[in-house]
């Protein structure tokens, strides 16, 4: 079945504590991104790669990392998490042919205290 | 850079009834793709329907259709028959070929269908 997976689903930290949230895609997808969804906001893009070894920011990448090593892995890193990164994470991939849908993961709800 | 707005505040609807959800965009980029999205209250992004800006027809999946109007910028979607499973958020999205496809979101529009 053609997916993406993210890593926890749900988390509870403090400031300051480096987390990783994971991203894999089974699809061979060039193209992964990360969201972030805030109330009245929308999705807004963090960080992006198009392919192994070539990330590039979003519209918001301040306080966040990403690396991509393997075509199927797009982990995102919070080295060091603030209150005002609480939100709801989304991983996406997608082929660069075409103008085709984006996969999206299930989500993953942070929260920073 | 693009934009996608969508204003309508929280919309109802009746159970099999039809409803428009509004969206209109801006880019200067002649390719580009209009999506829409939903999520129900679980969160997931669930993909809807696609038009390409260069398709002729209007796109249409089951239930769902695009009324894609290119020289106004609209692509509301129609949801004919509406059931108590479309009670979500929605949201209209674009893309454009570039260096960075990304999806540009609007913020969303929350639908409750009433019994």
């Known amino acids: 079945e053609a997916q993406v997976t993210q890593n926890p689903r749900y988390l509870i930290t403090v400031t300051g504590k480096k987390l990783t949230v994971t991203c894999s895609q089974n699809?061979?997808?060039?193209?992964m991104s990360w969201y972030r969804q805030d109330p009245g906001l929308g999705l807004r893009q963090i960080y992006y790669?198009?392919?192994?070894?070539?990330?590039d920011k979003g519209d918001v990448p301040e306080g966040y990392k990403v690396s991509r090593k393997e075509k199927r892995n797009f982990p995102l890193i919070l080295e060091s998490p603030s209150p005002n990164q609480t939100s709801l994470y989304f991983c996406?991939?997608?082929?660069?042919?075409?103008?085709?849908?984006?996969?999206f993961g299930p989500g993953t709800r942070l929260t920073v205290t | 850079a693009q934009k996608i707005t969508q204003t309508q505040p929280g919309m109802f609807v009746q159970e099999k009834e039809a409803v428009t959800l509004d969206c209109t965009y801006d880019?200067?980029?002649?390719?580009?793709?209009l999506f829409w999205y939903k999520q129900p209250s679980s969160g997931e992004m669930i993909f809807l329907i696609y038009?390409?800006?260069?398709?002729?027809q209007n796109a249409t999946e089951g239930r769902y259709s695009l009324n894609f109007q290119k020289a106004r910028k609209s692509a509301n979607l129609v949801i004919s028959a509406s059931q108590l499973g479309d009670s979500a958020m929605y949201f209209c999205?674009?893309?454009?070929?570039?260096?960075?496809?990304?999806?540009?979101f609007g913020k969303g529009i929350t639908l409750s269908v009433r019994p």
């Open positions: 996406a991939s997608s082929s660069l042919t075409g103008l085709y849908e984006q996969y």
């Open positions: 038009q390409g800006s260069y398709d002729q």
């Open positions: 790669s198009m392919n192994v070894e070539v990330t």
């Open positions: 699809m061979n997808h060039e193209y």
């Open positions: 999205a674009m893309r454009v070929t570039g260096a960075n496809s990304k999806l540009t």
């Open positions: 880019t200067s980029d002649p390719s580009y793709g």
